[in-house]
Structure formats: C-alpha cells, structure tokens
C-alpha cells in the first residue's frame, strides 16, 4: 500500500526530500555542527560532480563540433569560389593565348604579303572538307575581293593550292595535297623540273623527274612557273627520297611539304603580280 502511494505521489515525495534535505543542511549550517556538515558536502558535491563534468565535457564537445561544422562549411564555400575563379582565370587566359597566336599569325600574313611581289587578298578559312576523298577548303573571299578561279593560294609557309570555285562572297581551294592536283615545280639545288602530284593520304611526289638527273634527299622545291596557274619561286617543300626504277624513263621522288595543312587559318590569295597589294584589298574584319 506505502509502495503504491509513493509511486502514485513521486514527484511529491522526492521535491518534499529535497526539501526536507536542503532544510537540514541549513540547520546543521546555522549549528556548526564541523564534524557532519563538511562530511554531507563532500558527499554532495562527490555525487553532482560527475554530472557536471559530464554536462561540461558534453557541452564542450558539442561547442567545438559546431565551430568545426561552421568552419568546414566556409572553407567548403570557399573552396567552390576559388575553383569558379580558377576556371575563369584559365578562360580568360585561352582567349589571351589564342589572340596571341592569332596576331602572330596574322603578322606572318603581312609579313609575306610585303616581302612577296604580288597582289594578294586575305582570306580565312571556314570550312574543310569531311572527307579524305576531295582536300579542299572554303575560304570567306569572293569574285567581290578579286578571287578568281585557276589562282594560286599561299601560306607563310609555302604552297596551299588554288581556287576552283568562286561565289561572290566565298571560293573554294584545291590543296595540293589532292590526288588529282598538279603543280609544275623546279628543284632549287639539281635544276630539274618535274610535275607535283598528291595523292589519296596526303602524300607528295614528283613525277617526270630525268632519269639521269642528280636529285639529292632535303633539296628544296619550289614552283617553276609553267602552267600559268602557280607564279615561279614559291616555296613547296624538300625532297625526302628519289625513286629511280631501273629501266624506267624517268625517276621519281617524294616530298614533304612545307605547309600544315591541318593547322592552316588563314590564307593569301594572289590575284595578281607586278605590284603591291592595294589598300582596299586588305582584309575585310
């Protein structure tokens, strides 16, 4: 019954012994009672003092995870923002390197265009052909800027081909490189002249070469200037190696060229010779 009524009223019973406890320490204060008081506090302060550290512990504990929350949370955000200006730095950077390249290249142009005695019209190039079948490019100058069919077209490098197409605002250019291209050219050092065809991979080779002719590999080839297409002097490439089948009438060689293809942007279009290239022919921006 006595167990029921305090577990019934045990709220009650435990705030009247805390009390009731509380009241008795005072007493016992107010008497100086030395030799129970001291002993009742330390038993006191012995059984709180474990909660306190642990409450303590706890509260440091939590303080110190959610500064580390806080910090780990900004050096994340700024993490983001130095990858983000990281990216806009190397962007900014590709388009300063790539108008580098750009101007370099276009002072080659200019370059070849004073050194040359042509006249010359600029022309960049828009389009390539897909396939290994056909080695042309489209190039954004027409009939409107002087281009015309059957004229040559130049790199600062050397050679690049001819236009066969003109529409009033864009053309069409032969490579070399092309298998049903030909170019009449001289080799610098022998003297010899011979015919430059492409072919299927890319590959250069001179035909018709005299079969006594001392043709040695790295001489130069330039254009001859029979054809009326290719004015003579211009640069094409080196020899690599000479052909000479035994019994054959003629020898033959391959060349390297000494044009990119690949990396070309921009060309010069000759439209005429015998004078400087006119103001109003410079490229259009």
Same mark, same amino acid.
């Given at each position: 019954?006595?167990?029921?009524?305090?577990?019934?009223?045990?709220?009650?019973?435990?705030?009247?012994?805390?009390?009731?406890?509380?009241?008795?320490?005072?007493?016992?204060?107010?008497?100086?009672?030395?030799?129970?008081?001291?002993?009742? #506090?330390?038993?006191?302060?012995?059984?709180?003092?474990?909660?306190?550290?642990?409450?303590?512990?706890?509260?440091?504990?939590?303080?110190?995870?959610?500064?580390?929350?806080?910090?780990?949370?900004?050096?994340?955000?700024?993490?983001?923002?130095?990858?983000?200006?990281?990216?806009?730095?190397?962007?900014?950077?590709?388009?300063?390197?790539?108008?580098?390249?750009?101007?370099?290249?276009? #002072?080659?142009?200019?370059?070849?265009?004073?050194?040359?005695?042509?006249?010359?019209?600029?022309?960049?190039?828009?389009?390539?052909?897909?396939?290994?079948?056909?080695?042309?490019?489209?190039?954004?100058?027409?009939?409107?800027?002087?281009?015309?069919?059957?004229?040559?077209?130049?790199?600062?490098?050397?050679?690049?081909?001819?236009?066969?197409?003109?529409?009033?605002?864009?053309?069409?250019?032969?490579?070399?490189?092309?298998?049903?291209?030909?170019?009449?050219?001289?080799?610098?050092?022998?003297?010899?002249?011979?015919?430059?065809?492409?072919?299927?991979?890319?590959?250069?080779?001179?035909?018709?070469?005299?079969?006594?002719?001392?043709?040695?590999?790295?001489?130069?080839?330039?254009?001859?200037?029979?054809?009326?297409?290719?004015? #003579?002097?211009?640069?094409?490439? #080196?020899?690599?190696?000479?052909?000479?089948?035994?019994?054959?009438?003629?020898?033959?060689?391959?060349?390297?060229?000494?044009?990119?293809?690949?990396?070309?942007?921009?060309?010069?279009?000759?439209?005429?010779?015998?004078?400087?290239?006119?103001?109003?022919?410079?490229?259009?921006?």
């Amino acid at each position: 019954m006595i167990l029921r009524l305090v577990a019934k009223y045990r709220r009650t019973v435990v705030l009247a012994s805390a009390v009731l406890f509380s009241f008795l320490l005072l007493t016992m204060e107010v008497r100086r009672d030395e030799t129970l008081t001291p002993f009742l #506090k330390r038993l006191l302060l012995e059984s709180v003092s474990p909660f306190l550290k642990a409450t303590a512990y706890l509260k440091r504990s939590a303080g110190e995870i959610w500064e580390s929350y806080v910090d780990l949370r900004f050096v994340r955000q700024e993490n983001v923002r130095l990858q983000e200006e990281v990216q806009a730095l190397r962007a900014r950077l590709g388009v300063v390197e790539e108008g580098q390249r750009e101007n370099q290249r276009l #002072k080659n142009l200019l370059g070849l265009r004073e050194r040359e005695p042509f006249q010359v019209v600029a022309a960049g190039i828009v389009g390539r052909d897909a396939t290994n079948w056909f080695h042309t490019l489209l190039i954004d100058r027409g009939s409107r800027h002087g281009v015309e069919r059957h004229t040559a077209v130049i790199a600062p490098a050397g050679l690049v081909g001819q236009v066969v197409e003109a529409s009033s605002s864009s053309a069409r250019v032969q490579l070399i490189t092309d298998p049903v291209s030909s170019v009449g050219v001289l080799l610098q050092g022998s003297r010899v002249t011979g015919l430059l065809v492409g072919g299927q991979s890319g590959r250069l080779r001179i035909r018709y070469l005299p079969v006594r002719a001392e043709v040695q590999s790295g001489e130069v080839v330039i254009t001859s200037g029979l054809g009326g297409v290719y004015p #003579k002097g211009i640069l094409v490439g #080196k020899v690599l190696a000479v052909d000479g089948r035994g019994g054959a009438l003629f020898q033959e060689a391959a060349v390297e060229p000494s044009v990119d293809f690949s990396q070309l942007e921009e060309v010069l279009v000759i439209t005429g010779q015998g004078s400087r290239p006119a103001r109003s022919q410079r490229r259009e921006e």
